[in-house]
């Protein structure tokens, strides 16, 4: 089976860092990726993790621990714009299934 | 942006009537998947497709079916809808590589459902 788990809710201030968690337990593992979704929308793609290590897009940084299961997503110079829900999805199967977490729901406050 | 579309976009019906969402791709993508998001469970997978009339089920598939007969559509069907069904709807995509890199899956627009 799969388990994935992130917090629920976190809140930062605009301009600073923030780093989201991921936790996993997973039958087969082939990657794992972040999401972002702004209410109401659709997921949108952010960074994809295979190998241990960081990767970093711009303001926004992914690592993964495969041997700790566990990942994180770092934001930095956060905008009023990141206040949405980030989904935590491993990969895994033949037909490249996702398992995703519930999703935190990230506040930026002025 | 990928080119996926959901119909309808909404859409309430009553307990016990059959409901199909389509899902349109214009991307030629072998994979197609249907997730419903509900509150507090995130996104969890009913059925997907990995080529034309080839499915399997995903997490939770009771009471729903799906067809695929042509590689840009995806249907999700509802035999006899159920209040436990109301729900919003995804589709998402995504193509095989030779790379060995894992393709992200792009989302449609999804489906609100309500089941009265």
């Known amino acids: 089976g799969q388990n994935i788990d992130q917090p629920t809710e976190m809140t930062a201030t605009e301009g600073a860092i923030v780093q989201i968690n991921c936790t996993y337990q997973?039958?087969?593992?082939?990657?794992l990726f972040w999401y972002q979704q702004h209410a109401g929308e659709a997921p949108t793609f952010l960074s994809y993790?295979?190998?241990?290590g960081l990767e970093e897009k711009g303001r926004f940084s992914s690592f993964l621990s495969r041997s700790k299961g566990y990942s994180y997503l770092l934001l930095k110079e956060l905008q009023m714009k990141d206040s949405a829900s980030y989904l935590c999805?491993?990969?895994?199967?033949?037909?490249?299934?996702?398992?995703f977490g519930s999703g935190t729901q990230l506040t930026v406050l002025p | 942006d990928a080119g996926i579309t959901q119909s309808p976009r909404h859409k309430v019906t009553e307990t016990g009537t059959p409901v199909t969402l389509r899902c349109h791709q214009t991307?030629?993508?072998?994979?197609m998947y249907w997730y419903r998001q509900d509150p507090g469970h995130g996104l969890r997978l009913i059925h997907y497709?990995?080529?034309?009339?080839?499915?399997d089920k995903g997490e939770v598939s009771d009471g729903y079916s799906v067809s695929r007969s042509k590689t840009e559509d995806f249907l999700l069907t509802l035999e006899s809808a159920t209040s436990s069904q109301t729900s919003v709807y995804f589709c998402?995509?995504?193509?095989?590589?030779?790379?060995?890199?894992?393709?992200?899956?792009?989302f449609g627009p999804g489906t609100r459902l309500t089941v009265l």
């Open positions: 997973t039958s087969g593992f082939n990657g």
């Open positions: 991307e030629n993508h072998r994979y």
């Open positions: 993790n295979v190998l241990d």
């Open positions: 497709s990995y080529g034309v009339k080839d499915t």
């Open positions: 998402a995509i995504s193509e095989s590589t030779t790379s060995g890199r894992v393709d992200e899956q792009f």
């Open positions: 999805a491993v990969i895994s199967g033949s037909a490249r299934q996702l398992t």
